[in-house]
């Protein structure tokens, strides 16, 4: 009798493996419905699975322009999630080398993630949580090879997950009042995109109580202002900023607003018609006021990413306060060695500007982004930024980072 149930044993351990060599790993369940993604294999033979493009919030358009992301709702029969979805609103124009496969959009705000097999089957991955970087203003993570981040990631079983944010003046327009346009909405899509990590990452093989948040340049910025919130109790474990360590943007939005139409200078320094303004603001459509956002960038007035918020907010406090209580974290803190090189790159022995370094690093970076005709971008470029000295460094790191 003992005989046989040894052997029964046995043939059930043996068929859950065969079934789950022979299950598709494509097709998952979330919480808010089923995925399909698909199946990669790198040239150095790591396969992974890719799910791209899923929401993780409701499109913050419309009325949700300038308040808090809201959560997705559940759909309706399966969600192709096979390719990057778009790109948040920017005022630098995407990059030329995929252009023809992303677009950019309000409705913005998906999740992308990247697994291996024995993730998928164990279910006590790793997980790295990255955010990108691009001066709060423009960026995705789309510039990444799918092929590098499976050789870098899943050959060593370790679940990542990226995803978009609302940049610039969708993401951090700022009144400077108490109103229905909420502060800091780009790092609220951060907190609640984290909420759905812990939801769901289970379904893709990740441990939720092995989180790491990671990021480079103001992305490296966002994982350490992250660790600092008291909003983000419990959501990651491991910080990894990279080349990042209060404007308040308060300017800027009433630059963009009276630019919009929605206000006069008067009228916004009155303060007592701000969800008129906002209301209007949110009546204009996002190339509009995109195109307001680049004529202000034109003139070096960029948005600066998040602000104290106040009672109840992302950041409650001051700087210091906030990392007075700071919770404690084991964190791996990096740079490049070649951060901000271009600087160095544009000046003459004495520190002075060159023209000719300026025409150079031009060329360089046309060649860089795949443009057939790199000298004649780089000329382009050239005459562009030459005419605005003063403002050429923030002009140009917008335009290549």
């Given amino acids: 009798m003992f005989k046989f149930a040894i052997i029964l044993l ?19 369940t979330l919480s808010t419905g089923a995925i399909r993604g698909r ?3 790198t040239k ?23 308040r808090p992301p809201v959560n997705k709702k559940k759909w309706e029969g399966e969600l192709t999630a096979v390719d990057y979805y778009a790109m ?69 079983d370790i679940v990542l997950i990226t995803f978009t944010y609302r940049m610039g003046f969708f993401g951090f327009f700022n009144t400077g009042k108490h109103s229905s346009a909420a502060k800091n909405m780009g790092v609220m899509d951060m907190i609640l995109c984290l909420q759905w990590t812990q939801r769901e990452i289970h379904n893709f093989g990740g441990d939720k109580n092995r989180v790491s948040i990671m990021g480079h340049s103001s992305g490296g910025h966002a994982t350490d202002l992250l660790s600092l919130s008291p909003k983000t109790k419990g959501l990651f474990h491991q910080v990894i900023p990279m ?3 209060a404007d308040n943007n308060i300017a800027q939005s009433r630059q963009l607003t009276v630019a919009a139409g929605c206000a006069t200078e008067d009228q916004w320094n009155a303060g007592n018609s701000f969800e008129d303004i906002i209301a209007c603001m949110r009546g204009k459509s996002a190339d509009e006021l995109i195109s307001f ?16 918020d106040g009672v109840n907010g992302v950041f409650p406090g001051s700087l210091d306060k906030l990392l007075n209580n700071r919770r404690p974290y084991r964190m791996l803190i990096g ?16 520190g002075n500007f060159n023209e000719q370094l300026l025409y150079e690093a031009c060329v360089l970076m ?9 000298n004649a971008v780089g000329q382009a470029c050239f005459d562009e930024y030459s005419k605005r000295r003063e403002i050429i460094f923030p002009l140009l790191f917008k335009d290549i980072a």
């Fill in 243 to 245: 080349s990042g360590p």
């Fill in 88 to 156: 948040c609103m920017s005022a630098t124009v995407p990059d030329v080398t995929q252009h023809d496969r992303i677009k950019m959009s309000e409705d913005c705000l998906h999740v992308n993630v990247f697994t291996a097999e024995k993730c998928l089957r164990d279910k006590n991955c790793p997980v790295v949580f990255y955010t990108y970087g691009g001066a709060w203003n423009h960026g995705s993570p789309f510039n990444f090879s799918d092929f590098l981040l499976a050789d870098n990631f899943q050959s060593k």
């Fill in 366 to 374: 046309a060649e860089f982004r795949g443009f057939k005709r790199a």
């Fill in 44 to 66: 150095k033979n790591t396969t992974a699975y890719l799910f791209h493009g899923i929401p993780y919030a409701e499109p913050p358009v419309g009325e949700l322009r300038f």
């Fill in 39 to 41: 199946k990669l294999v």
């Fill in 10 to 28: 046995l043939l059930s351990i043996l068929s859950v493996s065969e079934g789950q060599q022979d299950k598709d790993w494509t097709k998952l």
């Fill in 293 to 308: 956002q680049r004529s202000l960038e034109m003139k070096g007035s960029l948005f600066t990413g998040p602000v104290i």
């Fill in 335 to 350: 740079a490049t060695n070649r951060e901000f090189r271009i600087l160095k790159f544009l000046l003459d022995d004495k």
